[in-house]
């Protein structure tokens, strides 16, 4: 561990200056700085001593690609993670600037520290440690990061489509999730996907006075309250046909390997989530509810007039 106790100020200043750029991909105004976080990733690789080292432009924001491949006949890692963030709005909820890392105990706070820059930049520094003092990696490796992970932009999977020799490898490593616990060396084998939809619902054609129309016309976001209360019951079984029909359930050696970690039900809801209840289905255990079932969530939901006072129409 010398060479990371030496340069640990190094790696820090580095971090820090990386989860100093806004790289926010959802917004059009940050385009500049997703250039710079796809640069400072760039620039990383090359320190660290891959070869290859290039961005790969594109329909979208740029892939940063990097390889080592000196050890023949060793399996290949593809390397995955990605630089760029979410908005960390509401700015109201940061104790610190969410571009502005502040060390507080032993954690770092800013957007992207744990999603995903902090990751994406330890295995950096890793494979760096590896090549400073070894002169080599034990396997070949090659990186891929890219820019669009937030809003699943089409980049990477036009260009893994188009290129399957140059990334080819034994195993991949997503470098986008989290350690359980501290000191507990943390393998995730799967994440749930997602699909995505808005529903929309229209009554008149025209604005109507509920003092004059109400009863009789038609209320959309009574209707839309109506679908949604309607896709699950009470325990948080999801009500919509054929839901579960292809769900696979977790193999006795994960749900006997589940059991054996360090999970606490009541610190997880009053500190890690802060809320009174768990909701869903009471005879599934916790973390196979998160882990191996899937769930309908609502997001977001406007309708009617939302400004200061009250309107009644």
Not at 3 to 13: C, G, I, V
Not at 122 to 130: D, H, R, S, T
Not at 131 to 153: A, D, H, Q, S, W
Not at 205 to 211: E, N, P, Q, R
Request: net charge negative; proline share 9%; charged share 25%.
């Amino acid at each position: 561990m010398s060479y990371y106790d030496a340069n640990r100020d190094r790696f820090l200043e580095g971090l820090k200056a990386f989860l100093r750029i806004p790289s926010i991909s959802t917004l059009p105004e940050h385009q500049p700085d997703i250039r710079r976080a796809a640069e400072f990733v760039r620039d990383e690789l090359q320190q660290a001593g891959l070869s290859g080292v290039e961005l790969i432009e594109g329909p979208g924001n740029p892939l940063v690609y990097g390889e080592w491949l000196g050890a023949p006949g060793k399996p290949t890692l593809l390397l995955y993670g990605h630089y760029d963030v979410q908005p960390p709005d509401p700015l109201e909820e940061w104790k610190s600037p969410p571009f502005e890392p502040e060390i507080r105990g032993d954690n770092i706070y800013a957007r992207g520290a744990c999603d995903d820059k902090g990751q994406t930049y330890i295995l950096i520094k890793a494979v760096e440690g590896f090549l400073k003092t070894e002169g080599k990696l034990p396997v070949n490796v090659r990186f891929l990061i890219e820019g669009e992970e937030e809003y699943g932009g089409k980049h990477i999977e036009t260009y893994v489509a188009s290129k399957p020799a140059r990334l080819q490898a034994d195993a991949a490593v997503i470098c986008d999730t989290e350690m359980f616990a501290p000191g507990l060396p943390t393998l995730c084998v799967g994440l749930r996907g997602i699909v995505y939809l808005e529903l929309e619902a229209r009554g008149a054609g025209h604005d109507l006075h509920s003092g004059v129309y109400g009863g009789v016309a038609p209320n959309p976001i009574q209707a839309i309250a109506e679908i949604l209360t309607a896709l699950k019951d009470r325990d948080g079984h999801i009500l919509i046909p054929g839901f579960y029909d292809r769900v696979r359930p977790p193999s006795p050696e994960e749900r006997a390997a589940w059991a054996r970690l360090p999970f606490n039900e009541e610190e997880y809801k009053s500190k890690e989530m802060e809320v009174s209840e768990l909701v869903g289905e009471p005879e599934i255990p916790v973390l196979e509810r998160v882990w191996a079932r899937p769930t309908l969530e609502v997001h977001g939901i406007r309708g009617g007039f939302t400004g200061e006072g009250a309107k009644t129409v």
